[in-house]
């Protein structure tokens, strides 16, 4: 479902990560690895191959949390290293960014809407909740 949506929102490329080695996907779609990779999942696997996927001197940002209940994170530091790559984390936008953002989105250039998979009523948030990361796109509590 998640390449699915990931096509209809316009990506020109899809890897399917259960069935391909990712980061090698990754070097052949961009001839040599990405400048960036951003995991806003908080998996451990997908933090590791975004960071094997990167190209030397290339960046990784991680958003949001990397749950220590399903096993800490093995960053490959040698890669970091040997590539002088450069690791950040973030918790999410400033909000000081929002207006730029919130324009975009004004202008049709930013299309959030696009992500928005289920609706559902208040009720059902909590399960929601819980589902983040295995179902694709964003549930929006829109009945209270």
Do not use: K, N, W
Not at 104 to 109: S, V, Y
């Amino acid at each position: 479902g998640a390449l699915a949506l990931a096509a209809a929102c316009g990506a020109e490329h899809l890897v399917d990560g259960s069935a391909t080695d990712v980061p090698a996907a990754v070097r052949e779609l961009t001839g040599g690895g990405a400048h960036l990779s951003l995991d806003a999942l908080g998996a451990a696997v997908t933090c590791v191959d975004s960071i094997r996927s990167l190209r030397p001197r290339g960046r990784h940002v991680q958003v949001g949390l990397l749950p220590p209940a399903v096993g800490r994170t093995e960053v490959p530091m040698e890669l970091v290293i040997a590539r002088e790559l450069a690791v950040l984390g973030s918790h999410g936008m400033a909000a000081a960014d929002y207006p730029a953002m919130l324009s975009l989105i004004a202008a049709g250039r930013l299309r959030p809407e696009l992500l928005v998979t289920r609706e559902l009523g208040l009720d059902d948030a909590g399960a929601a909740l819980a589902a983040v990361g295995r179902e694709p796109g964003i549930a929006v509590v829109t009945s209270f």
